[in-house]
């Protein structure tokens, strides 16, 4: 039985909500066609189901706030989906990075992954998995939508119109698919405490008793609910999750102190092949000479530079087991009266971000001197591209930490 229609003057049931993640400059180059299609999804949508899909498309509207990663957990609870158009800009704004990292670290902590579906908008460059860039990675790994070419055609045109009923068919799809499996997040919320402490398994360590239980949330979430109101004497305490995530804090923190050395290990090739370039001003054939220097410091980088990368991997990889118990032990604090250990974990937690800004800030300023500096010949250009990738790696990770630190102020 379908759903009935609105009488004239009612407001349609919201059923679903989605977040449409863009980059204001391709809006603003594509004359608003990157906004509108937020209004035609929706208004397909409508039609095709006679209830209605609520699409924000930007932060502010949302009002999510400060403390951005508590609502963005009650969003999902309600079902909404994150929808990135993705082009070359995207990827190059801080912003948009920010609220893709959040958002997909988020929906994956709680077993959401189905509410992430990009529009391929145009072609990205190194768009694949296993891309150097981490967030390129996730986003190819991302159920998506290919906007190749028809951002070309005009809005009324048959097959243009014919790719909107498809992406608003396919939330259709996916927002029925989680309603009548009970996947709305409400099963998987109830038990997210339980589930996100299991990360030591990963590493190859035994599980414990609450991944044990995890697992059978998982695996029968009509029982989620009664096993959740039973877990007092069972489910681990604030000590029990810290020594579960300290092994994995420490990974991420020793990443971290390498990744300083790795960086002036690359700046000193570029230095010396800096000073070398000068030299060869006075000289004649300087041009030439630049060109040969050039090659010799991209050969001589390499090393460093590959360095470079495998730590940020390592440390974009470490930092999404933390945060999954980081977030697990907020939850724990938060509904526990001040105790010295409470205290001494916030007291820690906020030690170790303002590390990671600190490091941030150091980070974000090599990455702007690699970017000024990419033109200067194109032997130079790859090399310094792969760098500053990444160090962006590196500082996406300050959004993950500012979640933590919203998490606290709220709790205050």
Excluded at 154 to 169: G, H, K, P, V, W
Excluded at 210 to 221: C, G, I, K, S
Excluded at 252 to 279: C, H, L, Q, S, Y
Excluded at 310 to 315: A, C, F, G, H, Q
């Amino acid at each position: 039985m379908g759903v009935p229609a609105p009488r004239y003057g009612q407001a349609m049931e919201i059923v679903a909500k989605a977040f449409l993640s863009y980059a204001h400059a391709d809006n603003e180059r594509e004359g608003g066609r990157v906004l509108k299609i937020a209004e035609q999804i929706r208004s397909e949508f409508e039609t095709l189901t006679g209830t209605s899909i609520e699409i924000f498309t930007d932060k502010a509207e949302i009002l999510w706030g400060q403390d951005f990663r508590a609502r963005l957990n009650e969003a999902l609870q309600e079902t909404t989906f994150f929808i990135p158009i993705l082009t070359p800009t995207y990827f190059l704004r801080d912003e948009c990075r920010k609220e893709m990292r959040q958002f997909i670290t988020s929906a994956s902590a709680l077993g959401l992954d189905q509410l992430l579906l990009s529009i391929r908008y145009t072609p990205v460059p190194d768009l694949r998995e296993g891309s150097t860039d981490e967030l390129k990675d996730l986003a190819a790994r991302m159920q998506f939508e290919s906007w190749d070419g028809l951002r070309l055609l005009d809005e009324s045109s048959t097959q243009y119109r014919m790719a909107i009923n498809r992406l608003a068919t396919r939330l259709v799809e996916l927002t029925q698919r989680l309603e009548s499996s009970g996947r709305d997040g409400s099963e998987v919320v109830s038990g997210a405490r339980l589930i996100s402490v299991s990360l030591t398994a990963e590493a190859g360590k035994a599980q414990t008793p609450a991944q044990d239980v995890a697992e059978e949330v998982q695996q029968y979430p009509e029982e989620a609910d009664e096993s959740v109101d039973e877990e007092d004497e069972d489910a681990p305490g604030l000590i029990d999750v810290i020594a579960d995530v300290e092994p994995a804090m420490e990974e991420w923190r020793k990443t971290m102190e390498m990744i300083g050395p790795a960086t002036e290990r690359f700046n000193t090739v570029i230095g010396a092949a800096t000073e070398k370039m000068d030299a060869a001003n006075s000289r004649p054939n300087s041009f030439a000479a630049k060109i040969a220097i050039a090659r010799s410091m991209a050969r001589d980088a390499e090393a460093p530079l590959v360095e470079i990368e495998t730590l940020s991997k390592d440390y974009s990889t470490a930092l999404l087991r933390v945060d999954v118990g980081v977030q697990a032990l907020l939850k724990l604090a938060s509904s526990q009266s001040s105790t010295h250990d409470v205290d001494s974990f916030i007291s820690s937690l906020q030690g170790l971000i303002q590390a990671g800004r600190d490091s941030t800030t150091s980070v974000r300023s090599a990455a702007d001197i690699a970017k000024a500096n990419a033109g200067l010949s194109r032997d130079i250009r790859p090399v310094l591209r792969r760098f500053e990738t990444a160090l962006r790696n590196i500082a996406d990770g300050m959004s993950i930490m500012d979640g933590w630190q919203d998490s606290i102020d709220f709790a205050a």
